[in-house]
């Protein structure tokens, strides 16, 4: 199972239902039966990561911004 899956917060909860429901016939989920549905949840899933890492990156760098201007102000006064 995807450690994202245990995530309280679900995005692709309509790929996690497809595939459990796959999984149910153990025939299909041994042969390959799932892996359309696992591909599609893979997919959403590296969606939300992507989007959420650029959302991270654009914090990062307007927090560092604000550092650096801080530290500017701070040794203008020296």
Do not use: Y
């Amino acid at each position: 199972m995807h450690p994202q899956l245990s995530d309280k917060r679900i995005v692709c909860r309509e790929f996690i239902q497809a595939l459990d429901a796959c999984h149910v016939n153990n025939w299909a989920r041994l042969t390959g039966g799932c892996n359309e549905e696992k591909d599609s949840l893979n997919k959403c899933l590296r969606k939300e990561r992507v989007e959420r890492s650029t959302r991270n990156r654009t914090q990062a760098k307007e927090k560092r911004l604000k550092t650096e201007q801080v530290w500017k102000e701070l040794h203008q006064d020296d």
